[in-house]
Structure formats: C-alpha cells, structure tokens
C-alpha cells in the first residue's frame, strides 16, 4: 500500500521573508530540509509585499503561465537583500483606533487578511523550471508549494504590538500546521492536536534589552499558543525547562525536545571538507605540493592564498608600517551571530593578549585597522572562502551569550575547537566546546592563555565521536528527526 505524504502548513518569518539576520535561520532551514526528507508535502506561507500585483493571463495555458509568474516573483521578493515589514494600518488614525477602540482594529484587520486572502491558490514549486536561484536559497527547494499571501508577517507583528489580536490563516486540509519560532498566527479549521508550534529561545522575555514591541510579539505568541492548545517542541531540553519556568500554565497536548537540527549544508560541510580547485593552489608556488583538501593544508598556507594582502610586499610605506602578520603562529576566529554587532573593542584585547602567540581573524566586521599585527578584519569574498577561514582555524571564538548561531555548528562539523560561554544552549549544540565563565571579557582573556599555553587543545577537544561525519549526522539531523517525525505521527497512511 502507498504512503500518503502528510500535507504541512508551515508558517515560518525566517524563511518566509527575506533576509532575515536571525542565529536561528539555520534552524529553520534544517526543520524545512528535515519535514522534506520524512516525507512530508509542504506549503511554506511566504509574505507577498502590499505593492505587488498578479498578471493576466488567458488561454490554454494560463494557470502554468500564472504559477510560472507567481512563482518567480516569490523566488525574486525572498533573494532581495533584507526584510523590510509592509506594515498595515500604521498611520495616525489607525494608531488612534489601537489605542481607543482596539476591537474595532482587529475587526477591520481580519476582515481585511481574509479578504486579501480569499482565493489565494498555492504555488507550485517549479523551481527546476527557474534559472539564477541564488546557492543561499537551495533550501526553498524542499517546499512543494508557496502561499503568498499579501503583508502576512508584517501585520502579525503590527497586530501584536497594537494588541488587535493574533494574524490567522485557514489550514484546511494540512494534517499538521506548524508554526516556527514563537509566532502569534492562528490556525483555523485544524484540530487543536495538529498544530504545532516550534520554540527557538525564549531569551527575549527574560532579556532586560529586549526591546518593548518584541517583548509584545513574543508575548502574544503565547497567548495564541495557549488558545490553541497544541503540541510544542523545542530546539534544546534548556529552552524546554526555560518553558516550563515561563509558560507552567499553558496547556499543550504534547511537547518534546528535538535538539540541535543540522541543514543540508552543515551535513554536506562535515561530510566533505572545503575543497579549492587544484588549479588556484597551483597559481602560488608555495602551494603547489600541497594538497587541496583543506584538512591537510596548514592553517598559515590557508590564510596565506585566501588573504594574500597580509603578505604582499606593497610600497616602502606600508612595509615601514610593518603590516605583515607571523604566519608561523596559529589563528583564531572572532564571530558573532549575524543580528548581533561585531564588538571590536573585545577583538583588541584579545589581539593584545595573544600578541606573539597567535592572529586573530574578525568575521563580518566592517574595515578597521588595528594597532595590534596580529588583528585582522578581512572581506571574504564568498562562502568557500568563508568556511575555509574556519576549517585552519585553531579555535573558533564565539562569545555571545545566546542563540545558536550556526557557527557553532559549522565549527563542530569542521572539527574545529569552539570556546565560547558556559551556558546550557551551547553545551546542548556543542557538547565538545571549550566553555568559559561569562560574560565578562576576563574569563574568555584567561581562557585563551590556556588554550595558547596547550597546543594539543585541538586534539583534545575534537577527538570523540563528532570528528566521525555519520556520528554527527545522526546526532544532529537522524535523531532530532526522528523525534519530529513521532510528534507529527508523519508515519500515518
């Protein structure tokens, strides 16, 4: 007997929108890529931009030529640089209603979605029929349809900010709708018991920064989860006991925690080493016995071809200025999550600490020129040579608190040591980590010394069962997956 795929609404702001700088984009990417390889036949809700309009067309052909169009525009509006909210109701009078009469707001917002709405066909998923789709949206290809639906996400957050109630959308006919990342949508016309909300972090409730309108999204997310009263899973046990410090009183059917989620990219990364052309190794002459393969390559020759600036003679000025870095000393990598800014003034000190001992490299930092030579923020040109940077490294240094941004992984799959704080999400993601004491600069400072003064650190904190890719497949994409696959009963006929 044939398996009936099961049908999977997925609501996601990570994938549904543009450019998003989230640390749990990866995540999503891993849950969309994880619901394709069980099986399941899914519709990921993509916001339509208030300014966009379908085109006519007539004859035989007209519903391939639409969903052609269609498709393309989703394909366009999700490769343009960043999210920008097309926000509804956001001028004086509105703002005024919110604050007066803000039942007649949510009255006017949901009749005016479902009217928006109203026959708003799926979009088939023929992305083979597209050409110049961007590598950094292969992901889109595990979606089976599109549901492009006008300013969905922006009006979600407005809503919630103005207290008009959570966005809906019909769920007819999916046996499950998944709601990633706390979001406030609610599903109608779909049992309470296949619904299912996926929690990244709940750091924005506790966190004294967070800013008052997330706090007010986050916060009406919950109120939405508690009305429909579904399953829930988390991204690590932490963010599950963080629930149930938080949301104790809210009823679910069931929740479990499916762990740490590697993407198709991290799978194929540990997998397969970064690999150069051989024939750009032979353009340096001091790399042309060398091997391509990265994890036979010294970490010196590796900076030397990807940063050749650091060693190229240039004029007697800048030779006075003593530019050049020791390639003979190893080097570190400095990230961030990506919505998190590069703190530079942490980068000099510990340049200043490991001075004479170790380089240090800054991702994603813009221009600077530091004092120290051993300090260096380059502009890496694409994603191999990005993950080239990594795989040399000696330690990849990830000092932010919270979100799991996916360098930690990408470090654990490249067998690089990571240190970052000693905090419950991150010894969950990367168990084999050198933890510090947090968040103060000092121990991390203290931390480095010791990592410089045990030059086997690397082989230490690598050796075990992550440096094996089929371990690492299984801990991070096999077994979080298998307990998806039993929480949504995708196994159903």
Not at 179 to 208: M, Y
Request: hydrophobic share 40%; proline share 7%; charged share 20%.
């Amino acid at each position: 007997m044939k398996t009936r795929r099961p049908k999977v609404l997925l609501v996601s702001q990570n994938l549904g929108t543009p450019g998003v700088r989230s640390a749990w984009r990866e995540y999503s990417v891993a849950l969309l890529e994880s619901l394709k390889a069980l099986g399941a036949e899914i519709t990921l809700v993509v916001e339509r931009s208030a300014e966009y309009e379908d085109a006519a067309y007539s004859g035989p052909s007209a519903s391939a030529a639409q969903n052609a169009a269609r498709l393309s525009s989703v394909y366009r509006y999700l490769s343009t640089g960043s999210f920008e909210p097309t926000l509804f109701y956001q001028g004086r009078l509105s703002r005024m209603l919110a604050l007066k009469a803000p039942a007649v707001l949510a009255v006017h917002a949901r009749l005016s979605q479902r009217r928006d709405d109203a026959g708003q066909a799926p979009i088939w998923n023929e992305a083979s029929e597209l050409t110049g789709i961007p590598e950094r949206l292969d992901h889109l290809r595990s979606a089976d349809r599109f549901l492009f639906l006008k300013s969905f996400y922006s009006s979600a957050s407005l809503r919630a900010v103005y207290g008009t109630g959570p966005a809906e959308i019909d769920a007819q006919g999916y046996d499950a709708a998944i709601t990633d990342g706390l979001f406030p949508v609610r599903f109608r016309n779909v049992p309470a018991g296949s619904v299912v909300t996926i929690i990244h972090d709940l750091s924005t409730l506790e966190a004294p920064s967070t800013p008052a309108k997330l706090r007010r999204i986050t916060g009406q997310a919950l109120l939405t989860l508690a009305d429909q009263r579904g399953a829930v899973a988390f991204a690590s046990p932490s963010v599950q006991a963080q629930f149930g410090r938080i949301g104790a009183a809210i009823p679910v059917t069931r929740s479990v925690s499916l762990g740490p989620l590697a993407s198709n990219r991290l799978l194929k990364i540990a997998a397969e080493p970064p690999v150069f052309e051989r024939s750009k190794l032979l353009a340096r002459a001091d790399l042309a016995a060398e091997s391509a393969d990265l994890s036979e390559m010294r970490a010196s020759k590796v900076v030397r071809h990807l940063l050749p600036e650091l060693f190229e003679d240039g004029s007697r000025e800048e030779r006075a200025g003593s530019r050049k870095w020791d390639p003979t000393l190893p080097y570190f990598v400095l990230v961030w999550p990506p919505e998190r800014q590069v703190d530079l003034g942490l980068a000099e000190k510990l340049a200043s600490k490991a001075e004479g001992r170790a380089n240090l490299i800054v991702l994603r930092a813009p221009s600077h020129r530091s004092a120290h030579l051993n300090l260096y923020c380059p502009e890496v040109r694409s994603e191999q040579e990005r993950l080239a940077l990594l795989a040399g490294a000696s330690a990849l240094v990830y000092p932010e608190q919270t979100g799991s941004g996916p360098a930690l992984l990408e470090g654990v799959a490249l067998a690089v040591p990571v240190i970052c704080p000693d905090v419950p999400l991150h010894r969950e993601f990367a168990p084999n980590a050198v933890f510090y004491d947090g968040p103060s600069d000092g121990p991390l400072l203290s931390e480095i010394v010791r990592v410089l003064d045990a030059p086997t650190v690397k082989g230490a904190t690598t050796s075990g069962p992550l440096r094996d890719h089929d371990a690492f497949a299984r801990r991070y994409r096999a077994e979080p997956s298998a307990r998806l696959q039993e929480l949504l009963g995708a196994n159903s006929t």
